[in-house]
């Protein structure tokens, strides 16, 4: 069983920055696949970026080159750095863990711990 806590939102105006963090808790952290899901008002909840090993890294096209996932498993967190963020990144992020892969995944369903979300609002 993992819980997952995510911090870090708030409200920021476009071309600004935030960096989220969701700390978990147990022991085997490391042996876990992380990764950010977002979903706007009205919308289904979107892939953000995924993280299997230190160096293994994927991103959403929306999102990439703007925003850069890590994690510390000394400190049983992963964070996720927006930058150059505009009103469509404006959402509720959430925090997912799942089996550790080779890949990183991009499906909801590849995860089975979620935490309960930080809102991100983007102001024009």
């Known amino acids: 069983q993992v819980q997952l806590v995510e911090s870090g939102g708030g409200l920021v105006q476009a071309g600004g920055s935030l960096r989220l963090s969701c700390a978990a808790s147990g022991r085997t952290f490391s042996t876990y696949a992380m990764a950010w899901f977002r979903q706007a008002p009205g919308k289904e909840r979107e892939f953000v970026a995924a993280i299997s090993r230190i160096t293994s890294t994927y991103y959403a096209g929306s999102v990439g080159g703007r925003f850069a996932i890590s994690r510390d498993n000394s400190k049983n967190t992963v964070y996720l750095q927006m930058n150059s963020l505009q009103p469509e990144d404006t959402a509720v992020y959430y925090c997912?863990?799942?089996?550790?892969?080779?890949?990183?995944?991009?499906?909801?369903?590849?995860?089975?711990?979620w935490g309960q979300g930080t809102q991100v609002t983007v102001s024009s």
């Open positions: 997912a863990a799942g089996p550790l892969t080779l890949i990183p995944r991009a499906a909801a369903n590849d995860y089975n711990y």
